[in-house]
């Protein structure tokens, strides 16, 4: 089984301007979460989905915006892009009841605004 | 809220020194306790868990002892090869309960042949 999937691996976008970071779980699973990890920082938590619908979120401001969709993949959309934007972008999946509703990390996605 | 507070790294040992990363947690009630790790170049993994109060979580020859008295979570390995270098992060649920990780700022660990 493929395991969990971000795409694309690396960016490079310009102050001021929009991204979309796309993520598919691992298949069965139903969550995705989402963390920004800052150069030598712990991951920080964002979003999570579940069946489509936000169930949790974290101290970021409105910029940062997130969906599910009915196959359970997920985009993470960034606007007006700022420099301490500039992270690794870490999806995770999980779902009760598989695997004791352990988080399966992606490889991330590396932001550098520029 | 929920937060976890790591030792500051880099730790930097030789092959077969004994490893201790020291974590401790502040949190309502009694959540599982995590610790994940991320090799150069890769994704997080979940290394080992804790679910309850004197558990003792252990995979790849690291364990951890959940110690609500401390409330502590401290990582150990007896003897460390080359191949443990990476950065490890200590990790409770996040506060809406689910198995969603709250991460410490992660502990960088190097070992030299």
């Known amino acids: 089984d493929a395991g969990v999937t971000q795409s694309p691996t690396h960016l490079i976008k310009t102050r001021g301007q929009h991204v979309t970071l796309r993520c598919s779980p691992i298949s069965g699973h139903k969550s995705v979460s989402w963390y920004q990890q800052v150069l030598g920082q712990g991951p920080q938590f964002i979003f999570q989905y579940y069946e489509k619908e936000e169930r949790g979120r974290g101290n970021f401001p409105d910029r940062f915006s997130a969906r599910q969709f009915p196959n359970y993949s997920s985009e993470l959309n960034v606007n007006a892009l700022l420099l301490g934007d500039s992270a690794l972008y870490l999806c995770a999946s999980s779902s009760p009841g598989m695997a004791g509703g352990k988080a399966f990390f992606g490889q991330g996605t590396r932001l550098t605004v520029v | 809220g929920n937060s976890v507070t790591q030792m500051e790294g880099p730790v930097t040992l030789s092959e077969e020194a004994f490893l201790t990363i020291n974590c401790t947690y502040t949190a309502t009630g009694y959540p599982s306790l995590f610790w994940y790790v991320q090799y150069p170049g890769e994704g997080l993994q979940l290394l080992l868990k804790?679910?309850?109060?004197?558990d003792k979580g252990s995979n790849k020859g690291f364990e951890a002892t959940y110690r609500k008295e401390t409330t502590s979570f401290h990582l150990e390995k007896g003897s460390v090869q080359v191949s443990d270098s990476a950065v490890y992060f200590c990790a409770l649920p996040h506060p809406g309960g689910s198995y969603i990780p709250t991460f410490g700022r992660g502990t960088s660990l190097i070992v030299h042949p």
């Open positions: 804790a679910t309850k109060a004197d």
